[in-house]
């Protein structure tokens, strides 16, 4: 299973970015689907994460701003980032947890100056 991320790069404060997320290989039973970040000197921290019934969950950090979203037949998720803060750099890593497995994606870099 290989998780491709995109969508990352350098933003002003304000603005947005849209991250996705897509799953290939053999994949029987995605039952979550999440967005981690990891900023520099920090642990890795849950963003959003979204299961296979569509129920969501946000970091206190992001609620109201980001909106986390799942594309199933094409085992896809997304990471809508509006209002971003200079706070929200990081290296965002998707990640995809199956019945028996745990895979993770490259990490795509985010940037937002002031």
């Known amino acids: 299973v290989q998780l491709v991320e995109s969508g990352g790069g350098l933003v002003q404060a304000g603005g947005s970015l849209r991250l996705s997320c897509a799953a290939s290989?053999?994949?029987?039973?995605?039952?979550?689907l999440g967005w981690y970040r990891q900023a520099a000197g920090k642990q890795r921290e849950l963003v959003a994460h979204?299961?296979?019934?569509?129920?969501?969950n946000y970091a206190d950090s992001v609620k109201g701003r980001f909106t986390i979203s799942r594309d199933n037949a094409k085992n896809t998720v997304y990471l809508q980032m509006n209002s971003l803060k200079p706070e929200d750099t990081a290296v965002y890593y998707c990640?995809?947890?199956?019945?028996?497995?745990?895979?993770w994606g490259q990490g795509t870099q985010v940037t937002v100056s002031s």
């Open positions: 990640r995809l947890i199956a019945t028996s497995e745990d895979y």
């Open positions: 290989g053999s994949i029987f039973s995605i039952n979550v």
């Open positions: 979204i299961t296979r019934s569509g129920s969501t």
